[in-house]
């Protein structure tokens, strides 16, 4: 159920039609496990997506360009990565103000409300680790810009979405050599 609700939007609508598709997929057996979820690709997320934001947030620049090359070989859609990123920085928004609180990333990551798969957890709370409450607004600035950008008739969309992402990589870089 994370990793459904890790995929998709969580409002009722989306959770609701991700579990319809899966259980067309399940069949008679009516088994329904993470490997069902990644196979039918779960939310629309392409490959490559997630391990390229992954990759980006946790200092990784070059693993995070062959990712995204993979994304976008995939089909990924410019927006839909756009929108993970999003998520991903308001996701570590979050779970910040929780620490900053006094309260244990890990921990927080946790709880189902988080949405954050089990086998991620780990790898988000040292993200959380790496990024300040300031470095995160920043990053959040620079992707609604470049969504915005992205939605202008005629613009280079795949190259932006690659320059904002290459730029959260190499300042998430600098930051884990702290």
């Known amino acids: 159920m994370s990793a459904i609700l890790e995929a998709v939007a969580q409002d009722t609508d989306s ?3 991700e579990v319809q598709k899966l259980a067309v997929y399940a069949g008679p057996e009516g088994v329904i496990d993470l490997a069902g979820v ?3 690709g779960s939310g629309g997320r392409e490959a490559g997506l997630d391990e390229a934001i992954d990759a ?7 693993l995070m360009v062959q990712r995204l090359e993979q994304a976008f070989g995939g089909g990924a859609n410019p927006v ?5 990123t999003g ?6 928004l979050q779970v910040r103000a929780g620490v900053e609180g006094g309260g244990n990333a890990a921990d927080i990551l946790k709880h189902p409300k988080m949405g954050v798969f089990w086998k991620r957890q780990a790898e988000v709370a040292r993200q959380v680790s790496l990024w300040s409450r300031n470095a995160l607004e920043d990053v959040l600035t ?8 992205v939605k202008r008739a005629g613009s280079p969309d795949t190259a932006l979405v690659e ?16």
Do not use: C, K, Y
């Open 142 to 149: 620079a992707t609604l810009e470049a969504d915005g950008q």
């Open 80 to 84: 839909a990565i756009l929108n993970g």
């Open 87 to 92: 998520r991903r920085v308001r996701l570590l």
């Open 15 to 17: 959770v609701a039609a």
């Open 38 to 40: 990644e196979a039918v």
């Open 163 to 178: 320059q904002l992402l290459i730029r959260i990589a190499r300042r998430a870089e600098r930051m884990s050599r702290r």
């Open 56 to 62: 980006a947030f946790s200092g990784h620049p070059n």
